[in-house]
């Protein structure tokens, strides 16, 4: 029998009464298994095992997939479900570890990562009222998602000919070289993005805080959406 902290990311039917589960542990990291009689309407496992929960799953292997025997809910994350753009969040980040995770690769730091992330997006109540907290959090979620699996993008210096990147100069983010690149050297790659010094400021900030110091930084809502854009041709092009 093996007990894991999990957060839940996903499930699917099979066979007549059971449903297939994808979490992310701790122990181990992606884990596939499967519950019988999940389906059944009298089943006591489906609400502790609900995508977008954070739960404590006892789970039997033998041999081929496992099989979960029992289940206790540790975080339902209630706030992110009941809000349509936190729940579609969670799904973004379900997808992600679906498409780039194997099973058994255990990695604590991108699972305290994401379990804290949870944690503090839930516990923000003001997302539906223009508050851009939340976006910071999430935008930082990202980058910091990046840096823990060894793709932390160059900022410090031009990616390319290595110079200390100045400010009040024009910079761009080059996903191809890695990070930002100077005036001097963007035009040599293709598709870069204009980078402010600002949004260089808030990845510096973003990766030496923890994300209860980071939902506190004020910053403007355009530089998080032209960083936003900047994260998915990063993400794009890496994974």
């Known amino acids: 029998m093996n007990k894991y902290v999990a957060i839940i ?12 589960y994808t979490m992310y542990t701790l122990e181990q990291g992606l884990v596939r298994a499967v519950a019988k009689g999940a ?13 977008g929960t954070l739960s404590e799953v006892y789970v039997a292997r033998a041999r081929g997939m496992g099989q979960i025997t029992g289940a206790i809910t540790l975080d339902g994350f209630e ?13 973004k980040i379900a997808k992600f570890f679906l498409k780039n995770f194997a099973e058994g690769e255990k990695d604590e730091r991108v699972f305290e990562l994401s379990k804290d ?20 959090l999430i935008e930082a ?12 993008p160059e900022v410090m210096k031009c990616a390319s000919c ?23 050297c963007g035009p040599q790659f293709r598709e ?15 990766w030496g805080n923890p994300l209860v110091k980071i939902a506190k930084v004020k910053t403007e809502k355009g530089e998080l959406e032209k960083l936003e854009k900047t994260r998915e041709s990063f993400e794009k092009y890496v994974f």
Do not use: Y
């Open 192 to 206: 870069t993005i204009p980078v402010s010094d600002n949004q260089i400021k808030l990845l510096r900030v973003f």
């Open 117 to 136: 992330f949870l944690g503090n997006l839930g516990n923000w109540e003001d997302r539906e009222n223009g508050d851009d907290k939340a976006k910071v």
């Open 39 to 51: 389906r059944k309407p009298a089943a006591k496992l489906t609400g502790h095992l609900e995508p």
């Open 9 to 20: 990311l996903a499930s699917r039917d099979t066979n007549e009464f059971d449903r297939l």
């Open 79 to 91: 706030n992110i479900k009941k809000d349509f753009a936190g729940l579609s969040e969670f799904l």
């Open 141 to 152: 979620f990202w980058w910091k998602l990046f840096d823990a699996l060894g793709a932390r």
């Open 162 to 184: 290595r110079k200390k990147l100045a400010e009040k100069t024009k910079k761009f983010f080059s996903a191809e070289k890695g990070g930002v690149v100077c005036a001097v």
